[in-house]
């Protein structure tokens, strides 16, 4: 992938991955907030899921968010360095259709491949 196109790429995931980390954020805080107010047997509520349950789902959420925006950031350094495109693993170059698909990808294909068969 080539340097612009490649920045542009992260660029625009990086908004979207900032954006997504605080609408989480809010969406947490207005869910401690809520669990406040409610009552304390939410588990019997049989029109949907509990506060508990919300929060720990948006939580995950959140987490794997703010995982994916230093991800983001990572890529962007590697790409100042000139590295962007270097296997961590191998050290051969990833495949661009591979960096187009995930950006901020740290392996090759074969690597990646072999780290989730073990």
């Known amino acids: 992938m080539e340097e612009p196109s490649a ?4 660029e625009s995931e990086r908004v979207s991955a900032s ?8 969406e947490l805080a207005w869910l401690a907030g809520d669990s406040d107010d409610a009552n304390g047997d939410d588990e019997h509520d049989p029109e949907g899921s509990t506060v508990a349950f919300e929060r720990a789902r948006v939580a995950a959420l959140l987490t794997d968010a703010e995982s994916n925006l230093k991800d983001l950031d990572w890529a962007l350094t ?4 000139g590295s962007y495109s270097v296997c961590e693993v191998c050290g051969r170059e990833i495949a661009r259709e591979r960096l187009e698909a995930l950006p901020a990808t ?3 294909v074969v690597c990646a491949t072999a780290t989730h068969d073990s």
């Open 19 to 26: 954006d997504r980390v605080h609408t989480l954020r809010t």
């Open 106 to 108: 740290r392996s090759c």
């Open 7 to 10: 920045r542009s790429a992260l």
């Open 78 to 81: 590697k790409l100042e360095a």
